[in-house]
């Protein structure tokens, strides 16, 4: 069974940076596209950026410019950068495959997440 640990959240003030991380174990996740979504407190869980297999790269136009997903995948690992972070990107962050070509009974079961929390 494929398992999702992400990590690296932390309470920051805004300006600041973090790096997210997301572990897979269980699964071949060099050929999955993979994804970063995020869920703020009263709102639905949106893809914020995703990352082919080849590593083409997606972003919502909300963290483009602010937002890197890279990926390892001799460590089966998916990284967010994430740059002058804003409070509205507070959320509790996790990854998955990729939404937009993977079917939703296709997806991973979800992670734990990882809480980002910046400040003004």
């Known amino acids: 069974q494929v398992q999702l640990v992400e990590s690296g959240g932390a309470l920051v003030q805004a300006g600041g940076s973090l790096r997210l991380s997301c572990a897979i174990s269980?699964?071949?996740?060099?050929?999955?596209?993979m994804g970063w979504y995020r869920q703020a407190p009263g709102k639905q869980r949106e893809l914020v950026a995703a990352i082919t297999s080849g590593g083409s790269t997606y972003y919502v136009d909300s963290v483009k410019g602010r937002f890197t997903i890279s990926r390892d995948n001799a460590k089966n690992t998916v990284y967010l950068q994430m740059n002058s972070l804003k409070p509205e990107d507070t959320a509790v962050y996790y990854c998955?495959?990729?939404?937009?070509?993977?079917?939703?009974?296709?997806?991973?079961?979800w992670g734990q997440g990882t809480q980002v929390t910046v400040s003004s």
């Open positions: 269980g699964s071949i996740f060099s050929i999955y596209a």
């Open positions: 998955n495959r990729d939404s937009r070509t993977a079917p939703r009974e296709r997806l991973f079961y």
